[in-house]
């Protein structure tokens, strides 16, 4: 298996530091918003690492945190009059929904910062201990760049070169510095904002050092992987690096793995621009399933445009993978015949080739585009050659292998294309709650909406009823 290396710039063979294991973070949102889809893609990209990892009979140790304290959550507490950890929890759950809509998986821990300030304490008392930091006269803890050697090198900077255009970081406030490119591990409390105790001023970790903290409580000094998207190599990961290899003095992360941007009309879809659009957005108008395809239509180191026709393609897509299951489960709930002819076998033996050609396309650096093709071509395959006079042994390993496929890339294919029982449910609830504030337009588009979906709603006496089309 070869993955990008963004330390080497190479493809390189991967080897775990334990046989049979794999150490993986992923650096996670910062929680005051709904998550966007281009928060969307590293989940969606490394869930699938994660899969495919497993399907390779690896035991994978995922972590991925979530950012429950910064500038951005206390500007929204402040803004609804709330406690930072109302905005925190209530957004940490709204993620978790929607990664469960995306069959994205559980990480195995996921850390919150404000959990972990002990450990960010040692870490920091360590660093300015062994001269890789510094307090400043009002607090502030400011990690010492120059102290570490090899600053520079996940992102191929030259320190000059970055000094040279870091000259803004000295305006006031930031005067303290040694060096315009020391930052922050910790810094002093301001009116109104959450505080902890610390040795050098009441106040809060800045947001590098939760990383290599949590890195190393849940995984260890060493670790395989490290991920996120392609703005968090410098200067978030340089950082991290700095911040652990001084302190640990291990080699923080073997593999660096990062996604590019997912854009629309081409800039990158963030919250600052605003030009984004929220999971639950697109939810309302496709199946996440369908979103999940499309990510993976492209190579995850490639930019990935937004648009319309894109989504339909993948809908498309993903519909044609779907029908095929759903055709070899009808053929086998009617077949007759039970054990494969010896043309079955021989041909059963040909589709094995698909997912040897899925393999390979993953082995290279996780090329799921080239894995979606093997997929696609093996349900030409299927829907070639299985017909009603086929055996169940035949019918039940085409649709196992779509199946095994399509699940290490999260895609749920074994379902007729119908919404579930409870999603209906909360819709008819939000439609009742519309209708009663006479937002009838809401209301309308929640029907036509479930009518696409093939659910019909009727308004009798007893209240609302549904039946599928
Ligand atoms: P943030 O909440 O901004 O720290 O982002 C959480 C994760 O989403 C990080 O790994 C970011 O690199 C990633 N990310 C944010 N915006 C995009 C985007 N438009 N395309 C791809 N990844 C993104
Ligand atoms: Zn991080």
Redesign the pocket.
Known sequence: MKIYNTLTKKKEEFVPIEPGRVRMY?????VYNL??I??A???IVFDTVRRYMEYKGYEVNYVSNF?DVDDKIIKKAIEEGVDADVISKRYIEECKKDMEAMNVKPATTHPLATQEIGGMLEMIEKLIETGHAYRAEDGTVYYRTRSFRDYGKLSHKNLDDLRGGNRTLLVSGEDQKEDPLDFVLWKPKKEGEPYWESPWCQGRPGWHIECSVMSKKYLGDEIDIHA?????VFPHHENEIAQSEAANEKTFARYWMH?????IDNR????SLGN?FTVREVGEKYDLQVLRFFMLSAHYRSPLNFSAELMEAAKNGYERIVTSVDNLRFLLENAAKEEASEEEAALLKEAQGFALKFEEAMDDDFNTADALSAIFELVKFANTWASDGSSRAFLSGLKEEIEQLSDICGLMVNRKTQMLEEDVERLIQERQAARKAKDFQRADEIREMLLEKGIILEDTREGVKWKRA
Request: proline share 7%; charged share 20%; net charge positive.
């Open positions: 992923v650096c996670g949102p910062t998550i966007h281009g928060n893609r590293p989940m950012t996120g998207g392609e703005d968090l996604n590019a941007f997912l854009n990158k879809m963030s919250k984004f």
